[in-house]
């Protein structure tokens, strides 16, 4: 399995402002994916990142308010851009293993004031 | 589109006693089933799959699952249940042409002793 951080692993933020969340995985990987977890709610995924190409965003996600980084196989990142309480959530970062399971890391709890 | 449903928001067992979560799906073609935990403020954890073969499948912590076709079930059990058991549980599939894993809405697992 994939030992995956990610860091913050928790942040307080204004409204207006933006928050880089970054993963780090322990092994090359060719997907990583980024979920959003809405309090007490289920989670839903964010966008597809591929190392050399843009990512793909799911629908009512989009690359402005989301932008996603992936410099090279190991490594993302994943911006929430201009805040509002909405925003507050937990983003996780998700890897696939080598028999289709996926495995997460511990997330990054954001609250929006 | 694939769909996940846990129809029980909390499930509640004595410990000792055997317990069920249940999980039905609908998805294109054959499924790749999964169940995830998710202890207070962690990540998710990586329980059990289900891609082919035996429908009885067995996963971490003692927890097994039952893949069920014709009832398009996958429910989780554990003969009998620890406290410590207590936590969030995700369903998700996975069809067997693309990568996006959809989730179920979560049951809480209360274990009382």
Redo the contacts between chains.
């Keep these: 399995s994939a030992v995956i951080s990610q860091k913050p692993s928790r942040d307080i933020c204004q409204r207006g402002t933006s928050l880089t969340i970054q993963c780090q995985v322990d092994s090359q990987v060719t997907m990583m994916f980024w979920y959003r977890q809405q309090p007490g709610q289920s989670l839903t995924l964010i966008a597809t990142a591929n190392q050399g190409s843009e990512a793909t965003y799911e629908s009512g996600f989009v690359i402005d308010k989301f932008p996603i980084s992936r410099p090279n196989l190991t490594f993302s990142t994943l911006t929430v851009s201009n805040m509002s309480p909405e925003d507050s959530s937990i983003y996780l970062c998700s890897v696939m293993g080598g028999g289709y399971e996926q495995y997460f890391g511990p997330g990054t709890r954001l609250t929006v004031t | 589109a694939q769909s996940v449903a846990q129809p029980e928001d909390q499930v509640n067992v004595a410990e000792g006693n055997p317990l069920t979560v249940k999980c039905t799906y609908s998805v294109s073609g054959n499924p ?1 089933l ?1 169940w ?1 935990v998710q202890y207070p ?6 329980l059990l ?1 289900y ?1 082919t073969g035996d429908n009885l499948v067995k996963g971490s912590y003692g927890f097994e699952a039952e893949f069920n076709k014709s009832q398009t079930s996958f429910h989780l059990k554990k003969p009998s249940a620890l406290v410590s058991d207590s936590a969030l549980y ?1 369903c998700a599939v ?1 069809d067997n042409a693309g ?3 959809t ?4 049951t809480r697992l209360m274990v009382k002793p």
């Design positions: 790749y999964f995830y403020n962690r990540g998710l954890q990586f799959k891609i995700f996975r990568n996006m894993l989730f179920g809405g979560g």
